[in-house]
């Protein structure tokens, strides 16, 4: 399987997707079609946790002072679904391997997996 999670406003993920070779990708524009229950399910199922797929760079992270609360994985799993910007962007899954964010090193992992 190869897919994609983004957000289509977003200029790194649209400067990322540019970058790379999608053919056989499945896109999924996560404001447009937020993450389903499931879809999460998927995800969590190679990152083992919630807090690693969650954005912490988000505006209303910061609105919702959610940095001086004690989240808990439940927590995060439901700011996910419940608002699509909580989401770290984008999320790439290669076969048996998922790509989370937008740093550096993680495109660069990517972009070796595509090659």
């Known amino acids: 399987m190869k897919k994609v999670y ?61 940095k001086n609360q004690n989240l808990k994985e439940e927590d995060y799993k439901q700011y996910i679904l419940d608002e699509y910007t909580f989401l770290k962007r984008p999320v790439f899954v290669v076969n048996d391997e998922i790509f989370v964010g937008n740093s550096k090193k993680t495109i660069e992992q990517l972009k070796e997996k595509l090659l």
């Open 6 to 66: 983004f957000l289509q406003t977003c200029d790194t993920c649209r400067r990322i997707l540019k970058e790379l070779n999608l053919d056989g990708f499945e896109r999924q524009e996560i404001k447009q079609h937020p993450v389903t229950a499931d879809q999460l399910e998927e995800l969590y199922s190679f990152t083992k946790n919630y807090e690693g797929l969650f954005n912490k760079r988000a505006k209303l992270y910061r609105e919702m002072d959610l």
